[in-house]
């Protein structure tokens, strides 16, 4: 796992313009875990804004207004947000019909929500308190990308 966290520090590290650096690090974060799919998003104080993702289909909502989803959950209470069965929670908005457990980390900087990263998964249950730490782990690193 470290050299996975080691490769995160590089790219975010590196000189490469900032979307590239995103494209690659929610492809590092992804193929880390064998998620689904992998995006990371700008949060403003009205949208939630997709600034890269993994494959090459968008999300179904690109942006958002910051009250809807679960993302708006993870905005608002500053915290992370896993749901391991989506079709059981009224906040989610449909991403991808294959979509069953979603786990939503902020980024804060100086106490405020300036993005997230959002991982999905076509299982139920997905997501084990290793993810959860590994996604803590990568929010830190990853934070300077929206300094």
């Known amino acids: 796992m470290d050299d996975v966290l080691d490769r995160l520090r590089g790219i975010v590290n590196s000189p490469l313009p900032r979307i590239e650096k995103?494209?690659?690090?929610?492809?590092?974060?992804?193929?880390?875990?064998?998620?689904?799919?992998v995006g990371l998003y700008d949060v403003t104080p009205e949208e939630i804004v997709a600034i890269a993702w993994t494959g090459s289909d968008p999300p179904a909502y690109p942006r958002f207004p910051?009250?809807?989803?679960?993302s708006s959950a993870a905005v608002?209470?500053?915290?992370?947000?896993?749901?391991?069965?989506?079709?059981?929670?009224?906040?989610?908005l449909?991403?991808?019909g294959s979509t069953?457990?979603?786990?939503?980390?902020?980024?804060?900087?100086?106490?405020r929500v300036v993005g997230t990263?959002?991982?999905?998964?076509?299982?139920?249950?997905?997501?084990?308190?290793?993810?959860?730490?590994?996604?803590?782990?990568?929010?830190a690193i990853l934070t300077p990308l929206w300094v």
């Open 22 to 37: 995103a494209r690659e690090l929610a492809q590092v974060v992804k193929s880390a875990r064998d998620y689904r799919w």
């Open 66 to 70: 910051v009250t809807k989803g679960l």
């Open 76 to 92: 608002a209470t500053r915290a992370p947000v896993v749901v391991q069965d989506v079709t059981t929670d009224p906040r989610y």
């Open 94 to 96: 449909t991403a991808f």
């Open 100 to 111: 069953r457990a979603e786990a939503i980390f902020p980024v804060t900087v100086e106490g």
């Open 117 to 139: 990263i959002d991982v999905e998964s076509d299982r139920i249950n997905s997501f084990t308190p290793e993810d959860e730490q590994f996604l803590k782990i990568c929010t």
